[in-house]
């Protein structure tokens, strides 16, 4: 730890400005081309804020969710713990997945939000499909359900990225002869107890 500190002891304090490196320059503890290195490789050597604990945190798992398979439709928790669900997406195939009803008890379980990786990384690749993680948070003791409802192109209809298809059911495709039903999207109920 004290050669993180010394080694950048003209970066303390946030950004490096003129002002900053021409003091360090007068002091000869750096030069640019050593506050340039000790800048960059400050966060791989794992220099933290001076408690002991790494740059990003500490390393218990306490906060950080608990990942579960989407099939694992039994999940317990304690209140204060988060949990993961992670689903395969993909939008060139309309391939979409929704928290729909029943939505969880508030007062046990609150969603926390939704967020998509791309496969590809940060480079759009034209029909590439990516993983859209579901966030949730157990509040207090008891049991709820909710509900992930996977829609594809040919089970929903009037349904975007973010906005799931009207409760009617299945879809109805129209043709020149008949009308036919879609298949029924793919819903999987949660039970989840608090305690």
């Not at 080694?7 to 640019?32: E, F, H, N, P, Q």
């Not at 409760?167 to 608090?194: F, K």
Request: hydrophobic content about 30%.
């Amino acid at each position: 730890m004290l050669a993180c500190h010394v080694a950048i002891a003209c970066v303390r304090g946030g950004t490096v400005g003129a002002d900053r490196v021409r003091r360090c320059r007068r002091r000869r503890v750096a030069g640019l081309p050593a506050l340039a290195a000790a800048a960059l490789l400050a966060p791989a050597t794992g220099c933290g804020p001076g408690t002991g604990e790494p740059a990003d945190g500490p390393t218990s798992t306490a906060h950080r969710p608990t990942s579960h398979r989407v099939d694992d439709t039994g999940i317990t928790a304690r209140p204060g713990e988060r949990f993961t669900l992670t689903v395969h997406q993909n939008a060139s195939t309309r391939e979409y997945w929704y928290l729909v009803g029943p939505r969880p008890d508030s007062s046990v379980l609150v969603s926390r939000g939704r967020d998509y990786a791309s496969d590809s990384g940060d480079e759009p690749v034209d029909g590439a499909g990516g993983r859209l993680t579901f966030t949730f948070e157990a509040v207090g003791k008891g049991t709820t359900r909710f509900t992930l409802l996977h829609c594809t192109f040919t089970t929903c209809q009037g349904n975007t990225s973010t906005v799931p298809p009207g409760p009617t059911g299945p879809s109805l495709s129209p043709s020149p002869s008949r009308t036919t039903a879609s298949p029924a999207p793919e819903r999987i109920t949660y039970t989840v107890t608090v305690g």
